[in-house]
């Protein structure tokens, strides 16, 4: 069922949204050759916590981190680890959010660790304008398949692979709501977008092909060639006036 939030739920929101990107914001700066997955992870975790909020992705489904961390051909879900260093010329995906007053922010982005290919650079920049495309489309009377085609054509126009697996979703009370906002689809197809939705839209974006495997750990999620990924995300609220960026710094 898709929650519509009223005027006041989405104030309640922003607040919720504004820690989420500025928790993004500092573990991003803290992405440097040598340093680890778990120190980056706990950089989020205490700006969150200092803000009075909670890492609404510790003990979700049973994940045992605040951030979800995934290195170079990693897409999602890697594992904070003090044995993880970042090395020079990396791409960096960190994923988190904070809940407070009983609402949730989600948002994601990639970082380069010093300096970085073309290639990966060329990647993260596409991923990055994929994810306003598709934000563009979020307005009332578009479809969910509006947002996906705007994703899926830029990035297959580039060569890129659009990752089928995992998809962007509602967000509100519950961190993953309904609807399910995939990167991919047709237009004019699904359901219709109304005020009062609040969405995160998170393009996951493949240097090769769009397919992904799952690693023993039952979490990391990787390209099955072994390619570069990216992931960009902003959890956005489709209003009268157009899509609105809550997690914007």
Not at 31 to 54: C, L, M, N, Q, R
Not at 154 to 170: A, K, P, S, T
Request: net charge negative.
């Amino acid at each position: 069922m898709v929650v519509l939030k009223s005027s006041r739920e989405l104030e309640l929101m922003k607040e919720a949204c504004k820690i989420s990107a500025e928790a993004l914001m500092v573990a991003g700066e803290a992405v440097k050759p040598g340093v680890s997955t778990w120190e980056i992870d706990k950089v989020a975790y205490d700006f969150i916590k200092k803000h009075g909020a909670e890492p609404n992705f510790l003990g979700l489904y049973d994940f045992p981190a605040t951030a979800c961390i995934s290195i170079n051909n990693e897409v999602i879900h890697g594992i904070p680890s003090k044995k993880r260093i970042v090395q020079e010329g990396d791409i960096v995906s960190i994923d988190l959010g904070a809940k407070i007053h009983g609402y949730n922010g989600d948002n994601a982005a990639t970082f380069a660790a010093g300096t970085c290919s073309p290639e990966a650079k060329r990647l993260m920049d596409t991923t990055r304008e994929a994810l306003y495309k598709g934000i563009e489309q979020a307005v009332p009377g578009n479809r969910i398949g509006d947002i996906g085609h705007a994703v899926q054509s830029y990035c297959e126009e580039r060569g890129y692979g659009v990752v089928r697996d995992f998809v962007g979703h509602g967000v509100g009370k519950e961190l993953h709501e309904d609807p399910s906002v995939p990167n991919f689809g047709h237009e004019g197809r699904g359901i219709r977008l109304l005020p009062g939705m609040t969405l995160a839209i998170e393009p996951m974006i493949n240097q090769g092909t769009y397919k992904v495997k799952q690693l023993s750990d039952g979490w990391t999620v990787v390209t099955a060639d072994g390619k570069l990924s990216a992931h960009f995300e902003n959890t956005i609220a489709i209003t009268n006036n157009g899509p609105v960026i809550l997690t914007k710094v």
